[in-house]
């Protein structure tokens, strides 16, 4: 995409952890008192302050759906989650025959949050829409992700049997390869298409988002990500290997007497049962911190891909430039914050994570010359909305 020499509008994100711990608590503390039907109008309030402290180009965006609308919606999708608890006291069949329903609507669903979603953000006046079609959601959500699913199996079946041909060993070898591989193609496959109806599918105003984006640069992202894990788990596994050679001086076969010894409370093992315990904790540790830095590599690259191939009718382009290891490192210090403030530093987690995205995102282009109308209807509800919510459905890019 041509977007050199443009003019670039970086996010800023004007929150303060102050501020928003007095509005978080209040919609705790009155969603609690009010049995969780103030929750409508928390969730509005949540979404306006975050909303109104993202500035672009110098104006900032705002969210504006009514709580009564969220409050509807909630109330519809809590029946629906209480049918589906109590069905299979009712009849097990039923059970099956909701599942059925909910996942054959899912691809609606996510259709109608995703317009709900945009119609009640605005930006300088002109709101937001989403436009996909139903029947492109069945497609991307359903029949692509079937069809591949099918084909990959196909393929992998077909390419094991013939190297059983060979041998075993050529047999397993290709398994783990085609496997591995595969699986990893077939996800990137499902994100692209996904990708492609979501990005392309959005409009600001009568401006059309495009996006360009490839399965194999998708394809890529993936890879690169399953190869640090992978090398991440072998590199650990040596590592743990080369410590307990080290300790115990190869000799493995006294580890089992050792636990023996500690289980009925001999000390003389005392120091090397600690030292082994500790390279356990080191272990599972390092395997931990692994884990979030894969996620936040593969998150952050995806992101930077995506956005990167997103413009506005060729005159507005969409800049990321998150840092996989800066991103881990918010993500994991929220995660260590919330979890040792016992959920009350919810707050700052929120903040510290917006102004991180926010100064990490941009829009090259003169936004300010471009003229648009705003030819969008309001969303009359959020039962679709707060349906999906309530079965965990999300749906989108990064």
Not at 148 to 173: D, K, N, R
Request: glycine residues 8%; charged residues 15%.
């Amino acid at each position: 995409m041509e977007s050199q020499h443009l003019s670039e509008n970086r996010f800023k994100f004007h929150g303060k952890t102050d501020e928003y711990f007095g509005i978080w608590i209040v919609n705790v503390l009155l969603s609690i008192v009010t049995l969780g039907i103030y929750s409508a109008w928390a969730k509005v309030r949540n979404k306006q302050y975050f909303y109104g402290n993202s500035e672009l180009a110098g104006e900032r965006f705002e969210y504006l759906a009514k709580p009564l609308q969220i409050l509807l919606g909630r109330i519809i999708a809590v029946t629906l989650v209480i049918i589906w608890a109590v069905s299979p006291m009712i009849n097990e069949l039923l059970q099956v025959v909701l599942m059925l329903a909910f996942v054959a609507v899912m691809p609606v669903l996510v259709v109608k949050n995703l317009r709900f979603d945009s119609r009640v953000t605005r930006y300088r006046n002109v709101r937001f829409d989403f436009v996909g079609s139903y029947g492109g959601a069945y497609m991307a959500l359903m029949v692509m992700p079937f069809l591949a699913s099918v084909i990959f199996a196909l393929t992998a079946g077909l390419v094991i049997g013939l190297g059983s041909v060979i041998s075993p060993l050529v047999a397993g070898v290709l398994g783990v390869v085609v496997i591995g591989a595969g699986c990893t193609y077939l996800y990137a496959f499902m994100a692209t298409y996904m990708s492609r109806y979501v990005l392309n599918n959005y409009q600001w105003g009568s401006m059309k988002f495009t996006a360009d984006i490839e399965s194999a640069a998708m394809f890529k992202i993936f890879l690169k990500a399953a190869a640090v894990g992978l090398g991440g788990v072998l590199a650990l596994c040596l590592v743990g290997a080369l410590l307990a050679f080290a300790l115990f001086s190869a000799d493995f076969s006294q580890l089992g007497a050792m636990f023996a010894s500690l289980e009925q409370g001999g000390t003389e093992d005392l120091a090397a049962g600690g030292a082994l315990v500790g390279i356990f904790m080191l272990i599972y540790l390092s395997f931990f911190l692994l884990g979030w830095f894969v996620t936040a590599y593969l998150k952050a690259c995806l992101r930077n891909y995506q956005f990167g191939q997103t413009d506005i009718e060729g005159q507005l382009f969409m800049v990321s430039s998150v840092k996989p290891l800066a991103f881990m490192g918010v993500m994991l210090s929220n995660m260590l914050i919330i979890v040792f403030s016992f959920g009350l530093a919810t707050p700052v987690a929120k903040v510290r994570m917006a102004k991180f995205l926010a100064q990490a995102t941009a829009v090259q282009g003169d936004i300010e010359s471009i003229a648009t109308n705003n030819q969008v209807s309001d969303s009359k509800t959020a039962i679709a909305d707060e349906v999906a919510d309530a079965f965990s459905v999300e749906i989108g890019v990064i």
